[in-house]
């Protein structure tokens, strides 16, 4: 605190730091602070941050992300901090009346974090999103409690939202998610993974023209008929994730490439309907960086091919249990993919040949190779020493006693890693409402 200058002060998971070292802030020079990140100190109390603030009157963002208790005094202290533009409460405990308290004193800020807290519920979340009209970033991602109420109260209040993130808000319907395109027209990002999302929401959701990345995976009610609503819509889309959305096939893939022709990155892990017509129809998409596929039986080299030719941008790759995918891939994404950095490739069907066709791409950094059934240890050895700039390797654990030790100390030499996996083999892609209900009854538990 000795720094005149100070203006970010970042001290996540310093749990040495307790409410009697935050006095240490109220020195002269603490007035310069702009950024204060305390997020995981867990020996902070509430009664810490409350003393704390009126040390800093010039921040403008504050996490305190997993740190203590939000009371209603701590949140009326925060009023202090007039300048306040952002602050992060993720995965904090809410007291009573602790949500509206924030509301009635941070009436200024712009961003506010509440993902993953407890005691967030309509009433005091509907309180605080009504005193909060600026607000232009709001995250509720994973507040179980909530419901329509809440969100029919975002979308009210808070129109001028650029960003929403909302995964997993499970008892919000579908009608009330319909609101959101209704009335937050100027959304730039919008996050309804693990929702009751439909096709009548998408359609609501094709007025958000300015959306940029857009994430409803493991939305079970939506198909092609709704994505050709945001295909039609959004131009500017930049990201968007479909992960399990079993519902969709290639024409609604199709639709979003062809009216999203800036996309970067893509995700269809588990979408097991589609095919190689929507690789084809991708790859007409030449800034796209990222590309999952995990899952997806029904695609080839083929269409593989065609991606690697188009997409030459090209970094990350999630191929795995693509079972139809095999050498001649390898040898297309060697050709064309030379920004390739990171792979996955477990369970495809690759060789030697084409394992040594990809070390041949200099940039390659990561590369997951669990269950290859095709390759041999002296194949994998011989890629393994090729590329030189590996830091990180997945592998199953079989091949650690088949390998020359000296050869893993030099490739460990190099600066790469090796991830052992002892993981069973299994080929069986579960339908995706067979695992939302697994993964369900887990959460339960």
């Given at each position: 605190?000795?720094?005149?200058?100070?203006?970010?002060?970042?001290?996540?998971?310093?749990?040495?730091?307790?409410?009697?070292?935050?006095?240490?802030?109220?020195?002269?020079?603490?007035?310069?602070?702009?950024?204060?990140?305390?997020?995981?100190?867990?020996?902070?109390?509430?009664?810490?941050?409350?003393?704390?603030?009126?040390?800093?009157?010039?921040?403008?963002?504050?996490?305190?992300?997993?740190?203590?208790?939000?009371?209603?005094?701590m949140?009326?202290?925060?009023?202090?901090?007039?300048?306040?533009?952002?602050?992060k409460?993720?995965?904090?405990?809410?007291?009573?009346?602790?949500?509206?308290?924030?509301?009635?004193?941070?009436?200024?800020?712009?961003?506010?974090?509440?993902?993953?807290?407890?005691?967030?519920?309509?009433?005091?979340?509907?309180f605080?999103?009504?005193?909060?009209?600026?607000?232009?970033?709001?995250?509720?991602?994973?507040?179980?409690?909530?419901?329509?109420?809440?969100?029919?109260?975002?979308?009210?209040?808070?129109?001028?939202?650029?960003?929403?993130?909302?995964?997993?808000?499970?008892?919000?319907?579908?009608?009330?998610?319909?609101?959101?395109?209704?009335?937050?027209?100027?959304?730039?990002?919008?996050?309804?993974?693990?929702?009751?999302?439909?096709?009548?929401?998408?359609?609501?959701?094709a007025?958000?023209?300015?959306?940029?990345?857009?994430?409803?995976?493991?939305?079970l009610?939506?198909?092609d008929?709704?994505?050709?609503?945001?295909?039609?819509?959004?131009?500017?889309?930049?990201?968007?994730?479909?992960?399990?959305?079993?519902?969709?096939?290639?024409?609604?893939?199709?639709?979003?490439?062809?009216?999203?022709?800036?996309?970067?990155?893509?995700n269809l892990?588990?979408?097991?309907?589609?095919?190689?017509?929507?690789?084809?129809?991708?790859?007409?998409?030449?800034?796209?960086?990222?590309?999952?596929?995990?899952?997806?039986p029904?695609?080839?080299?083929?269409?593989?091919?065609?991606?690697?030719?188009?997409c030459?941008l090209?970094?990350?790759?999630d191929?795995?249990?693509?079972?139809?995918?095999?050498?001649?891939?390898?040898?297309?994404?060697?050709?064309?993919?030379?920004?390739?950095?990171?792979?996955?490739?477990?369970?495809?069907?690759?060789?030697?040949?084409?394992?040594?066709?990809?070390?041949?791409i200099?940039?390659?950094?990561?590369?997951?190779?669990?269950?290859?059934?095709g390759?041999?240890?002296n194949?994998?050895?011989?890629?393994?020493?090729?590329?030189g700039?590996?830091?990180?390797?997945?592998?199953?654990?079989?091949?650690?006693?088949?390998?020359?030790?000296?050869?893993?100390?030099?490739?460990?030499?190099?600066?790469?890693m090796?991830?052992?996996?002892n993981?069973?083999?299994?080929?069986?892609?579960?339908?995706?409402?067979?695992?939302?209900?697994?993964?369900?009854?887990?959460?339960?538990?």
């Amino acid at each position: 605190m000795k720094l005149p200058n100070l203006q970010v002060l970042t001290l996540v998971g310093c749990i040495g730091i307790d409410d009697d070292a935050l006095g240490s802030l109220d020195k002269e020079c603490s007035k310069s602070l702009q950024v204060l990140d305390m997020s995981h100190c867990q020996n902070v109390t509430d009664v810490g941050v409350s003393s704390m603030v009126k040390s800093i009157p010039n921040l403008l963002e504050l996490n305190l992300s997993y740190c203590c208790p939000v009371t209603p005094s701590m949140g009326r202290s925060l009023q202090k901090i007039t300048k306040l533009r952002t602050l992060k409460l993720e995965g904090c405990k809410f007291m009573a009346d602790g949500l509206k308290a924030i509301g009635s004193s941070c009436v200024s800020i712009r961003e506010l974090s509440l993902s993953k807290c407890s005691g967030v519920a309509d009433t005091e979340l509907s309180f605080a999103v009504s005193k909060l009209k600026n607000l232009l970033k709001l995250d509720i991602t994973c507040c179980r409690n909530i419901t329509d109420v809440s969100v029919a109260a975002i979308t009210s209040s808070c129109t001028s939202l650029i960003s929403l993130r909302m995964e997993s808000c499970s008892h919000v319907s579908s009608g009330a998610l319909q609101l959101i395109g209704k009335h937050c027209p100027h959304l730039e990002e919008l996050d309804l993974t693990d929702s009751d999302l439909d096709d009548a929401g998408l359609k609501a959701l094709a007025r958000c023209s300015n959306l940029s990345s857009l994430k409803i995976g493991i939305c079970l009610r939506i198909s092609d008929e709704g994505l050709t609503h945001i295909g039609k819509s959004c131009p500017k889309l930049r990201d968007i994730d479909l992960y399990r959305c079993g519902g969709i096939s290639d024409d609604g893939v199709i639709q979003i490439a062809q009216g999203s022709p800036m996309l970067e990155s893509m995700n269809l892990s588990y979408c097991t309907e589609i095919t190689d017509r929507s690789l084809m129809s991708i790859s007409k998409c030449t800034k796209l960086n990222t590309l999952e596929i995990r899952g997806c039986p029904r695609v080839s080299s083929a269409g593989l091919s065609e991606i690697a030719m188009g997409c030459r941008l090209l970094s990350k790759l999630d191929i795995k249990k693509c079972f139809e995918i095999n050498d001649v891939g390898m040898l297309y994404l060697s050709q064309f993919s030379h920004c390739l950095r990171q792979i996955n490739l477990s369970y495809c069907s690759v060789t030697d040949i084409g394992l040594l066709s990809l070390s041949s791409i200099c940039g390659l950094q990561n590369m997951t190779i669990v269950h290859l059934a095709g390759i041999t240890p002296n194949g994998l050895t011989a890629a393994l020493m090729v590329c030189g700039g590996l830091t990180k390797v997945k592998l199953h654990e079989a091949f650690k006693s088949m390998m020359p030790p000296h050869m893993l100390k030099n490739v460990e030499a190099r600066g790469c890693m090796f991830q052992w996996i002892n993981k069973p083999f299994k080929v069986e892609v579960e339908p995706c409402d067979v695992w939302k209900q697994q993964s369900q009854d887990v959460l339960v538990r």
